[in-house]
C-alpha cells in the first residue's frame, strides 16, 4: 500500500456521462497530480493542486475539471465523456519538493463505451 | 509534444545479464530527473533519481547515468532477476517547479 487511494479501481459508463474520481493522498502530502495514461501513451500531465489550490495545469480536456479540499482528498470530474477518455487515470501526492518524486495510487481504469 | 522520450517500447533480456533502458529529453530546463517501475494493476514506484549536478546515480543493482549535452539518460540494471520484469518510465522536472513530465515507458522482460 503506497498510501494514496483511488476509488473506485474500475468504471464503466458510456459516452456523454458524468464521473468522478477520487483519490486520497499519503498523509502528510500537500500536494495532488492528476495523470492520464491511455493506450500506449505515457503519463501524461493532466493537473496539479496544493493546498486546496490549483498549482500546474497540462492536457487537460475542458470537459474535466478537479479540485482539491480541506482534508486534501481530490476529486477529478470527466464530463461529456467519450470513448477516447477510456484509460488509466492516476492520482500521486508528494511533499514540499522534489527529491522524492511522487507517490502514486493504484489507479482508476475508466472505459466508456 | 512528448519532452521526454523512450524510443524502445520494450526490451529483453536474459537472467543475470545488464538490462539498459534509455530515456531522452528535450526541454533543457530539466534538472531532475527520475526512475519508475510499474507492475500490471499498481501504480508506478519510485526507483532511483538524479539530478543535473550529477552524471551518475547508484544504488544496489540499479544505476543511473545522466548526459546532459545529449539530453539523455539511461538505466543499468546488472544483473538483471525475473523480478525486475516490469514497465520503466523515466521523468524529468525542470528547475522552475515540481511537476514532472514522463515518457511512455519500456516493457522489460527477464527471461529465467
Not at chain 1, 501526492?93 to 466508456?112: E, H, I
Amino acid at each position: 500500500d503506497s498510501g494514496v487511494t483511488q476509488t473506485p479501481k474500475h468504471l464503466i459508463t458510456a459516452t456523454g456521462q458524468r464521473v468522478t474520481l477520487r483519490c486520497s493522498p499519503r498523509s502528510g502530502d500537500l500536494s495532488v497530480y492528476w495523470y492520464q495514461q491511455s493506450l500506449d501513451q505515457g503519463l501524461q500531465f493532466l493537473i496539479q493542486y496544493y493546498n486546496g489550490e490549483e498549482r500546474a495545469k497540462g492536457n487537460i480536456l475542458e470537459r474535466f475539471s478537479a479540485q482539491q479540499f480541506p482534508d486534501l482528498h481530490s476529486e477529478l470530474n470527466l464530463s461529456s465523456l467519450e470513448l477516447g477518455d477510456s484509460a488509466l487515470y492516476f492520482c500521486a501526492s508528494s511533499a514540499m519538493g522534489r527529491n522524492y518524486g511522487y507517490t502514486f495510487g493504484s489507479g482508476t481504469r475508466l472505459t466508456v463505451v | 509534444d512528448q519532452q521526454v522520450k523512450q524510443n524502445s517500447p520494450s526490451l529483453s533480456v536474459q537472467e543475470g545479464r545488464i538490462s539498459i533502458l534509455n530515456c531522452d529529453y528535450t526541454n533543457s530546463m530539466f534538472d531532475y530527473f527520475l526512475w519508475y517501475k510499474k507492475y500490471p494493476a499498481e501504480g508506478p514506484t519510485f526507483l532511483i533519481s538524479i539530478s543535473s549536478i550529477k552524471d551518475k546515480n547508484e544504488d544496489g543493482r540499479f544505476t543511473v547515468f545522466l548526459n546532459k549535452s545529449a539530453k539523455h539518460l539511461s538505466l543499468h540494471i546488472v544483473p538483471s532477476q525475473p523480478g525486475d520484469s516490469a514497465v520503466y518510465f523515466c521523468a524529468a522536472s525542470p528547475y522552475t517547479g515540481n511537476q514532472f513530465y514522463f515518457g511512455t515507458g519500456t516493457s522489460l522482460t527477464v527471461i529465467p
